[in-house]
């Protein structure tokens, strides 16, 4: 019996992912009918009807997630979830029952769950079900007046060091913090993979939307649009690495 070609929306803000996964499914006789960046453009795309029979779904985009996005969404086909490293989704899917992929997703792996698939195994999950799979926001205190209030962690681009005092920025924007040092941000998020690009600066690698060199052994990382920031020469084999492997 031929097997069932299996028709796929991919959704991931990170391009060399998409692609990857995207030549992963049509190697394995999938039809690929889109690709998304983020969960603004899920929502969007869910309003119009539409013949597909999963959407691979990676959980950490910019903007609404596309978990959220699907939370209230009442229509729509099963979902595999995509993740680089979060315990916390890993443990959540597991209990659900859901199926999951880990990145970077490889051949064999993604043929178990499109078997699964094949075999009407992956279900549905209701809103209110969606809803226990969201990971606790991180956040952190920014000073506002005499008082606080709490930013997330994912709309912060890089942290910078400045006569003892700890700048949460966001491309130009920057949030003072309770903070007096970058390793108490680092202690506070262990495993969120920042690393120093300057004794001053912490850059979240996963922000990085571009890499240029500059002078010969030393790069510059744009983290929004017009906005670069420069890496020291004993740095840059490392972010380079850590930019690259954030992408997949």
């Known amino acids: 019996m031929p097997m069932k070609r299996l028709n796929a929306l991919v959704v991931d803000d990170e391009p060399l992912a998409r692609e990857r ?72 899917f597991e209990l659900a029952a859901v199926d999951y992929l880990l990145k970077p997703v490889f051949e064999d792996r993604l043929g178990k769950c499109l078997q699964r698939l094949r075999d009407q195994l992956v279900r549905r999950l209701n809103p209110a079900e969606l809803r226990t799979l969201l990971p606790p926001p991180l956040r952190f205190p920014i000073r506002a007046g005499d008082g606080e209030i709490f930013m997330e962690l994912e709309l912060i681009t890089h942290f910078e060091l400045e006569n003892d005092r700890v700048w949460a920025c966001r491309g130009l924007n920057r949030y003072l913090t309770r903070w007096s040092a970058l390793s108490e941000v680092e202690e506070t998020f262990p495993e969120d993979g920042m690393i120093r690009i300057q004794r001053h600066l912490l850059l979240r690698p996963r922000m990085v939307k571009g890499i240029r060199p500059t002078t010969v052994g030393r790069i510059k990382v744009m983290i929004a649009p017009k906005v670069e920031l420069t890496v020291s020469r004993a740095m840059t084999p490392r972010t380079r690495e850590c930019v690259r492997a954030a992408a997949v």
């Open 21 to 92: 996964l995207t030549r992963l499914l049509q190697e394995a006789n999938c039809t690929v009918v889109g690709e998304l960046g983020d969960g603004l453009a899920l929502l969007q795309w869910l309003k119009a009807p539409h013949q597909v029979d999963v959407i691979f779904l990676d959980i950490q985009m910019p903007g609404p997630s596309g978990m959220e996005v699907l939370a209230e969404a009442p229509d729509r086909p099963p979902v595999v979830f995509v993740t680089a490293h979060s315990s916390y989704a890993v443990r959540a």
